[in-house]
């Protein structure tokens, strides 16, 4: 491991990512080493051409940024630490497990559903913990 490992942690603005947010500064904080706050947002599989398509993908990308600065703004104080904020097209665990790569820790949240089903976790999460190249942490609702 290096002297200044590498965080990642999944946003998507629901509760459970703040918790996963707050707990990834900590964790940044502890390891004295970098956060890359990372946004995954819907990309066509298919390119949309000629103007429609490039209005559109203006559109995504500047809610994706619109996004972001919403986070930043209402996000635990991370003063002192070395911080990306990333909003990267495609799907969540993908970008995330492709993330993972270069992390030393990936901090994720996961929303389940309760009861007996709240024993399981998302589908970002599961996909994270089975593929992940590193070390998973999931931040549940009761955390």
Known sequence: MTNNPLIVVGIDGSALSTNALEFAIEETQL???????????????????????????????????????GIMSSAPSSEGLDVEWLAVPGNPAEVLIEASGDAALLVVGSRGVGGFKGLMMGSVSTQCVHYSHCPVLVVREDH
Do not use: C, N
């Open 31 to 69: 390891r004295h080493g970098h956060l890359h706050v990372t946004y995954a947002y819907p990309a066509m599989e298919r390119p949309v051409t000629g103007s429609t398509g490039k209005d559109y993908y203006e559109q995504v990308e500047a809610e994706a940024r619109e996004f972001m600065e």
